[in-house]
Each structure stands twice: as C-alpha cells, then as structure tokens.
C-alpha cells in the first residue's frame, strides 16, 4: 500500500476506486488472498469514511462506463459500485439493487454470462425495463394462425 490509501475528503466512489486500484495494485497474473485482502479492507475504510449505512446483501446489476453489464453481491449501491470500480477498474455508468437477479436475466436470459457473452458490451443507456414473466393474455394466441370465419363460409 501507498500514502494514496486513506480515504480522501470529497472524493467521488469512482475515484476512490481508482484510489484503492492505485494504492493497492494486483502484481501478478491473478490476485493473491493477500491483495483481495488489502482491497477489502481499504473499501470498507472508504465506506466507513463515507458514512454508508449497511443494508440487506442483494445483488446489484451494474452497467460499467465500457458497456459491460455485471453484478455483486454488496450491501449497498455504494459498496456495489465501489466493489466493480475497483476489481473491473472502469468507473459505473448505473448501479440497481436486483434481489431477484431480474434486471441482470434482462440482459443474460439463460441466467448468467456464458464464456462468448463474458465480453458482450451493449450501448450505454439506462437501465432495461423488467418484463412481466407471463405474457398478457391478449397474446398468448398471437402466434397462431386461425382462419376467422367469412360472411359467405357461413351461409353453406
């Protein structure tokens, strides 16, 4: 770690997360328990500087500023966002708290990332809609094609 590492007064989450990514850098190919450790603790020292209250663990569905679309568990917006900033290393362009996964299922219907759609990138926009699970009943049928009955079918 570095004298970058304490939380600065002001300092947005995104910036934070470059703080800490700055502060403490993964060296190698893979981050060891050690590094996860050191981040860990400098996000939770972000977090406690900033005040955040702890909620419920959810899972948070976010859309990072180069379009991936990802999740973590946390137990706030700003743990979430924090969290991604500083492991993806992009700053997030929304954050949703998803307890149901359902946002993020809008974005991968099979219900997570296979290995080809790990690097999908969709536009940057707010977030999808959730859709019911269940069509209107109005549209159940339209798929189907019925003959509807004409004047002259019905005078044989």
Same mark, same amino acid.
């Not at 995104?14 to 981040?39: F, L, M, N």
């Given at each position: 770690?570095?004298?970058? !590492?304490?939380?600065?007064?002001?300092? @947005?989450?995104?910036?934070?997360?470059? #703080?800490?990514?700055?502060? /403490?850098?993964?060296?190698?190919?893979?981050? &060891?328990?050690?590094?996860?450790?050191?981040?860990? %603790?400098? *996000?939770?020292?972000?977090?406690?500087?900033? @005040?955040?209250?702890?909620?419920?663990?959810?899972?948070?569905?976010?859309?990072?500023?180069?379009? =991936?679309?990802?999740?973590?568990?946390? +137990? !706030? /917006?700003? $743990?979430? %966002? +924090?969290? +991604? &900033?500083?492991?993806?290393?992009?700053?997030?362009?929304?954050?949703?708290?998803?307890?149901?996964?359902?946002?993020? =299922? $809008?974005?991968?219907?099979?219900?997570?990332?296979?290995? &080809?759609?790990?690097?999908? #990138?969709?536009?940057? /926009?707010?977030?999808? @809609? *959730?859709?019911?699970?269940? /069509?209107?009943?109005?549209?159940? +049928?339209?798929? *189907?094609?019925?003959?509807?009955? &004409?004047? !002259? @079918?019905?005078?044989?």
């Amino acid at each position: 770690m570095n004298s970058r !590492s304490a939380p600065l007064a002001g300092e @947005s989450l995104a910036e934070a997360g470059e #703080r800490i990514r700055d502060a /403490a850098p993964i060296r190698g190919e893979r981050a &060891t328990d050690e590094d996860c450790r050191i981040r860990r %603790e400098l *996000i939770e020292a972000t977090l406690t500087a900033r @005040s955040v209250a702890p909620g419920d663990r959810n899972w948070h569905t976010v859309q990072l500023a180069d379009g =991936h679309v990802v999740g973590v568990w946390a +137990l !706030s /917006a700003d $743990e979430a %966002e +924090l969290d +991604l &900033t500083v492991w993806w290393g992009v700053r997030c362009h929304w954050v949703v708290a998803d307890p149901g996964c359902r946002l993020f =299922h $809008e974005y991968f219907p099979m219900g997570k990332r296979s290995a &080809t759609e790990a690097e999908r #990138r969709f536009p940057l /926009a707010p977030p999808r @809609s *959730i859709r019911d699970r269940f /069509a209107p009943a109005d549209s159940l +049928l339209d798929g *189907i094609w019925m003959p509807q009955p &004409t004047d !002259s @079918s019905l005078s044989r």
